[in-house]
Structures are given as C-alpha cells and as structure tokens.
C-alpha cells in the first residue's frame, strides 16, 4: 500500500529547477511532511554512474534507443531501491526529474515516438506515476541564457536550439494532456513570484487536506 506521496519537477534548462526544488521541500517539511529529495538519472549508486555516462562527453554518438534505455535502467533501480520503498514507509518523494523528462527529451528532443516511450513506462514503472508534477516553463532562448552563465555544458546542454525547442513543445504536450497532476509554472517571473505560484499550486493540491 502506498502511503507517501510522489511529486515530481520538471522543466528545460536554466528554469530554476534547484532554487525552486529547495523551497518545495522546505514548504512540505514546514508541513510537517518526511521527504526524501533525490533526481533522476541518477539517485542510487548505479543510478549516479549511469547518469555519468549519460551527462558526460565520453559517449558522444550514443544511439537514441541505448539513451533511451538508459534512462530506463537508472529508473528501474531508483525505484526498486529507493522511491518504493520511500512511498511504502509514508515518506514523500520530490524528485528532480522524472518520465515526463524522457517523453520530452528522448521523444520530442530525439524524437522517438510516445508509444515506444509508453511500453517502457509500462514495463518499469506498471501503475506507479507521479501524484503530481511542476512544470517550469520558460521561453528556450531565456533558459539558454541562464544556463551558458554555469557551469561546462554536458551532452544535453550542447544541443542545438531546436532542440529545446522541441523539449519544450514535448513538456508542454504532456501538461495539456493531464491538466489534473502537471501544474505549468511560469518560470520566466522574478524567484519570488515563481515560488508564490509554487506555494499556492501546493496549497490547492497536495497540501489542501
Ligand atoms: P539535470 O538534472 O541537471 O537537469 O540534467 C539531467 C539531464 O538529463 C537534462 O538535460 C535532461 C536529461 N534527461 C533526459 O534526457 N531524459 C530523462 O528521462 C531524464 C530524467 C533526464
């Protein structure tokens, strides 16, 4: 029986996704809510040396489908090992990133099609999605701006602008197509009107009760 609940943040490059990420789990843990933070790729061990290969330039020409599985494998381990078991004991998950992220980069970034994406989610996940995710929108050119004053670009930071502008349609997609649990943020406002978007969108879902 699952007891926590499993939310989840999304959102193209330079959306603010750690700032924003730090807040919720201070907004949940103000509630009084046990939360374990993690990411994906990555989050276990294995999960992590995955992400490596995945992030980094060592494997620049990966195929799409190897990417794409992947991104799966990371997944099947985070959950087995780390996000069931989390739900299970009551704890909340907030996890940085998640399966709208392979539909938005593997499928609209690489385009790979939804369907071949839907087996694999199938397959790993079975029932388990997201109670609820926050997508941080912004125009692709502003993220790019945001991200280039960081840190190196990895494999994904170096792609060509469309892209992302394909990412960003994919994401878009999804939110329109389950308006219940993904919440669109306009991540392109000030932080503290992307929080105050935050706060109330908790507020008048996961934290309603
Ligand atoms: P980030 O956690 O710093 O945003 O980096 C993770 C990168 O991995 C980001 O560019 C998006 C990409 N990614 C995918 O392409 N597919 C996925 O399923 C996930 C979880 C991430």
Known sequence: MRKGKFITVEGGEGAGKSSNLTYIQSRLEEAGI???FTREPGGTDLGEDIRE???GHKHTGMADDTELLMMFASRAEHLNRKIIPALEAGIWVLCDRFTDATYAYQGGGRNISFDRIAMLENWVQGKLRPDMTLLLDLPVETGLERARNRSEPD???SEKIDFFDRVRAA???IAGNDPERVKVINASKPLDEVQAQ?????????LKD
């Open 34 to 36: 046990e939360v374990l």
């Open 53 to 55: 290969l995945l992030l």
């Open 155 to 157: 494999r994904f930071e």
């Open 171 to 173: 994401y878009l997609k």
């Open 198 to 206: 935050i706060q109330s969108t908790l507020e008048s879902t996961m």
